[in-house]
T-cell receptor, first 114, second 112 residues
Framework: NAGVTQTPKFRILKIGQSMTLQCAQD?????MYWYRQDPGMGLKLIYYSVGAGITDKGEVPNGYNVSRSTTEDFPLRLELAAPSQTSVYFC?????????????FGQGTRLTVV | QKEVEQNSGPLSVPEGAIASLNCTYS??????FFWYRQYSGKSPELIMSIYSNGDKEDGRFTAQLNKASQYVSLLIRDSQPSDSATYLC????????????FGTGTSLTVIP
């Protein structure tokens, strides 16, 4: 049971570099989400998607981009990495009707920007 | 304004005691409420979901929802050291739309 799979688990970036965090789910969920979690804090929504081809901004979208070309995949792109983007990133997915459901999380990507 | 608020703690209880965790939310139209447990360095995992006013029990866990007061709580009975974690409250629906908004979490330590 793969569920939500994120790669990589750890990454160190230099300021100004770019990278893509990968997220894939095999539960046929329509909704997918990207969160970041800073130390001692809750989860902040970066972007979300309600289906292939549809994405929208969350609370903290600046500095990030997403795409959703398939139901399964929802990559998060950092174009010009900044130290403020040092965080743990979680991808999650859920069924299309939020009622009577839950968000399933990947294992997270720990990103450090130096 | 979209807000989900929790006491950050830390909350310490002795083994065997009842731990009480609280959460308030800003939108009266919110429809779905969740409690997630997060161990250090791990991803959140669902403990309880609740959608209607009242209590919902699952083993040692009880979720309580009061929509009029915009308040949801989690009670952990017979607390065990393995319950030591951060507990995150999440809200969905209403002005939160299809998104899950999380509180900052309450850190719980169960002392043997």
């Amino acid at each position: 049971n793969a569920g939500v799979t994120q790669t990589p688990k750890f990454r160190i970036l230099k300021i100004g570099q770019s990278m893509t965090l990968q997220c894939a789910q095999d539960m046929n969920h329509n909704y997918m989400y990207w969160y970041r979690q800073d130390p001692g804090m809750g989860l902040k929504l970066i972007y979300y998607s309600v289906g292939a081809g549809i994405t929208d901004k969350g609370e903290v979208p600046n500095g990030y981009n997403v795409s959703r070309s398939t139901t399964e995949d929802f990559p998060l792109r950092l174009e010009l990495a900044a130290p403020s983007q040092t965080s743990v990133y979680f991808c999650a997915s859920s069924y299309s009707t939020p009622m009577n459901t839950e968000a399933f999380f990947g294992q997270g990507t720990r990103l450090t920007v130096v | 304004q979209k807000e989900v608020e929790q006491n950050s703690g830390p909350l310490s209880v002795p083994e065997g005691a009842i731990a009480s965790l609280n959460c308030t939310y800003s939108d009266r139209g919110s429809q779905s409420f969740f409690w997630y447990r997060q161990y250090s360095g791990k991803s959140p995992e669902l403990i309880m979901s609740i959608y209607s006013n009242g209590d919902k029990e699952d083993g040692r866990f009880t979720a309580q929802l009061n929509k009029a007061s915009q308040y949801v709580s989690l009670l952990i009975r017979d607390s065990q050291p393995s319950d030591s974690a951060t507990y995150l409250c999440a809200v969905n629906g209403g002005m939160f739309g299809n998104q899950f908004y999380f509180g900052t979490g309450t850190s719980l330590t169960v002392i043997p």
